[in-house]
């Protein structure tokens, strides 16, 4: 267990307010919030790259205080990967055990668990980001580290290497049990990762909850402007056919497009803009269709952010403009059609 | 046709102002060249035997050999005090650092026969460290003394190349290191010190040049025993110009050929430099 008591830090520009934070063992915790507000810095104190001013860090009961990072038992990785540019693949794997004075660690092993091994005598500078991303997780996880801190691991990388590396966040984490601490500014990342979710803004931490209760339930605006804009759910695959599924949301059927097989667990993204609210049923191409009660409407801009509530405590957002609103005289508590199309959800 | 006008275009848009700089490097690299390499040719054209002479005369022999091991003593002291030092600036912030560091700096803006003035005073018989060490080690007029002014003179050359390469390895790479299990002094050794390691041969190839060619603080400090650019400057006084540019000749081509050696090895280093 991972506690975090009352920590304070000044960096004259920046400061970290008294944060408290306790993370379980073996759990996917992610810190979620905008660039700037301080989310790798609590890795640092964390990893013992600092020093809070004020409170404490305590892993399992023992405070770590002034414990320095090499005694900790911790992996980090960094967004930009870090990885010693004087030494190959497998020297960078291997520095861990060298440190420590560990002989013959199994480094082909590990480079075979995250598909790497081909790679083994290459320098990190010709790799691919994806495949700099695996190394230094190869790097961190082969000391056996109690507690995994990464920093923005997927950011960095296009969206098809994205999908790979959160698969093997996923594995890494249900094969290793580590405790894993993954600092993002990106929500649907955090979504379809964390089992508790952090929300950092401006130094400190403003909501913890599980993704239901921080993505249902926004503690505030600031909170909810910053994680309530984007659709992310989850679903299960109950029809494949030709590229085309069929997914079940809490028992709503959506129909979008993707090769998953039948009885996956996957997630659609949805941005608002794409979904079209109407007040009567009318003939169009979209394939999903759905009777909703408008829960509230919020004004962003030009734009309104209009929460619908599809039944069976599936909610989703829609952004529409002020006069469409007007126009269609929509308030909550109203019944409306909604639709969009199967080609506008992203599935992962 | 619109195709030459392109080209004519092209002609015409060469910038007067590059123009007027590449003529200023032609006339700097002009005046170096031809200096140096106008003295080499007339000696070897002119008085190729006087060259022979010096070549084969021991006491030329033995201020050149001083002129490199003392700038190499000087050297090496300057990199066990100056890495040090250029880790400490590079990677912490601590109070009066900017003055800490002007200060390191005093030495390459002070006039040479003032710093020889200077290290005469403080390291002479009478001097604040000259004279409760003179029972153990003499300045004055010895290799102690000669080492002494080249290191006070030549040290922030090596002192600031090596911060400026610790400064461009990434402080995450140490970071990492330490989580990965390496103490602060072993994340300097197998991650710092080799990633700023191209750094630290410049700067103590340029530091090692500026003790060979200093002159003004160690006639000051350490008249004998004689370093080439004093045997020169003895003879030229003495005996003129013909007798003293044979060994200045001899001093440059000796140590021009070293750094060349030095210079190939290290642009064959592979560079980490930070993007």
């Known amino acids: 267990m991972i506690e975090i008591k009352n920590i304070y830090r000044n960096w004259g520009d920046f400061s970290l307010k008294n944060l408290n934070l306790t993370i379980q063992n073996g759990e996917y915790f992610v810190l979620l919030g905008p660039t700037g507000a301080g989310k790798t810095l609590v890795l640092e104190l964390m990893a013992g790259f600092y020093q809070p001013e004020k409170g404490y860090i305590s892993f399992n009961g023992n405070s770590v205080g002034t414990l320095s990072p090499e005694k900790r038992n911790i992996g980090f990785v960094y967004q930009n990967y870090s990885l010693f540019p004087h030494m190959d693949v497998g020297k960078n794997i291997g520095f861990g055990a060298r440190m420590r004075g560990i002989k013959n660690p199994k480094i082909r092993d590990m480079a075979e668990y995250l598909d790497i091994s081909h790679i083994l005598h290459r320098n990190p500078e010709t790799l691919s980001g994806g495949e700099q991303q695996r190394v230094a997780l190869a790097r961190a996880l082969i000391i056996n580290p109690d507690i995994l801190l990464l920093d923005e691991p997927l950011s960095a990388l296009d969206p098809r290497t994205q999908e790979d590396t959160r698969k093997i966040l996923k594995k890494v984490h249900e094969d290793t049990g580590v405790t894993v601490v993954h600092v993002t500014h990106d929500q649907t990342e955090a979504r379809v990762l964390a089992d508790r979710i952090g929300v950092m803004m401006d130094g400190g931490l403003v909501q913890v909850g599980t993704p239901g209760e921080i993505f249902n339930k926004p503690a505030n605006n600031k909170v909810a402007d910053f994680v309530g804009v984007e659709n992310v759910f989850n679903g299960i695959v109950t029809q494949s056919n030709k590229g085309m599924i069929n997914l079940d949301v809490n028992g709503n059927n959506i129909c979008a497009i993707s090769d998953y097989e039948k009885d996956e667990t996957v997630y659609g993204c949805l941005r608002p803009e794409n979904v079209t609210i109407s007040k009567t049923e009318f003939e169009s191409s979209a394939r999903n269709t759905f009777y909703a009660t408008v829960l509230e409407m919020e004004l962003m801009g030009v734009l309104l952010r209009v929460k619908l509530n599809m039944g069976n405590d599936f909610n989703i957002n829609s952004l529409i403009t002020r006069q469409s609103a007007t126009e269609l005289d929509l308030k909550p508590g109203d019944r409306v059609v909604v639709s969009f199309k199967a080609a506008a959800i992203h599935i992962i | ?275």
């Open chain 2, 1 to 275: 046709m619109p195709r030459i006008k392109t080209r004519l275009n092209g002609l015409g848009q060469i910038n007067p102002m590059l123009v007027i700089f590449f003529l200023s490097l032609s006339i700097l690299l002009f005046f170096v060249f031809i200096t140096l390499s106008n003295m080499i040719v007339q000696q070897i054209v002119s008085d190729f035997s006087g060259l022979i002479e010096a070549v084969r005369d021991s006491s030329v022999l033995e201020a050149i050999f001083l002129s490199l091991y003392s700038g190499f003593l000087a050297t090496l002291i300057s990199f066990i005090l100056g890495v040090p030092t250029a880790y400490l600036l590079a990677r912490k912030d601590f109070i009066g650092k900017r003055i800490i560091e002007s200060i390191l700096d005093i030495p390459v803006v002070v006039p040479h026969t003032v710093a020889g003035i200077a290290l005469l005073t403080i390291f002479g018989a009478n001097g604040l460290i000259g004279d409760p060490l003179e029972s153990i080690v003499q300045f004055r007029d010895a290799l102690a003394g000669t080492v002494v002014a080249m290191l006070f003179v030549s040290a922030p050359y090596l002192t600031n190349s090596a911060r400026e390469g610790f400064q461009s390895v990434d402080p995450r790479l140490e970071n990492a290191a330490r989580s990965l299990g390496a103490p602060l002094w072993k994340a300097f050794l197998f991650v710092t010190f080799p990633l700023a390691s191209r750094h630290l041969l410049t700067g103590s190839i340029m530091c090692w040049a500026r003790a060979i060619s200093e002159f003004g603080a160690v006639i000051m400090l350490a008249y004998y025993p004689m370093v080439g650019p004093t045997l020169i400057y003895e003879r030229f006084t003495s005996m003129g110009l013909s007798e003293s540019r044979p060994i200045a000749v001899l001093l440059i081509l000796v140590t021009l050929t070293i750094f060349v050696i030095l210079r190939m090895i290290s642009s064959g280093w592979r560079r980490y430099d930070r993007d």
